[in-house]
């Protein structure tokens, strides 16, 4: 979803992985020590992301993300659910366009 507030495009997306198949699960540290990760069954892992673009110029973009992630799974249906640690991402950039 994007909004414009005074030439500010503010986003936001959510979205949701319950087949496991992402990175978030894939490189949690909890799940590489646990179990191989190919094993974990029940996957829920949400994302949120909140975010703002600004064009300084024609070819000058400014840009700003900041990034939550939380999950939790099971191994081979054992019923004990296993939280995924949570991480937060920020991030900061131009982009230019030639």
């Given amino acids: 979803m ?15 992985d319950e087949a496991g198949f992402g990175k978030f699960i894939k490189y949690n540290s909890e799940v590489a020590s646990t179990a191989d ?15 703002a673009e600004y064009k300084l110029s024609k070819s000058t973009m400014l840009q700003v993300h900041y990034a939550m992630y939380d999950g939790e799974y099971q191994i081979d ?8 640690q949570d991480d937060n991402i920020a991030t900061v950039g131009v982009r230019f366009n030639f």
């Fill in 2 to 16: 994007t909004y414009d507030l005074n030439g500010v495009d503010l986003k936001v997306e959510y979205g949701r």
């Fill in 37 to 51: 990760y190919n094993s974990a069954t029940d996957v829920e892992v949400t994302s949120l992301v909140f975010g």
């Fill in 77 to 84: 249906n054992s019923g004990t659910v296993i939280d995924l």
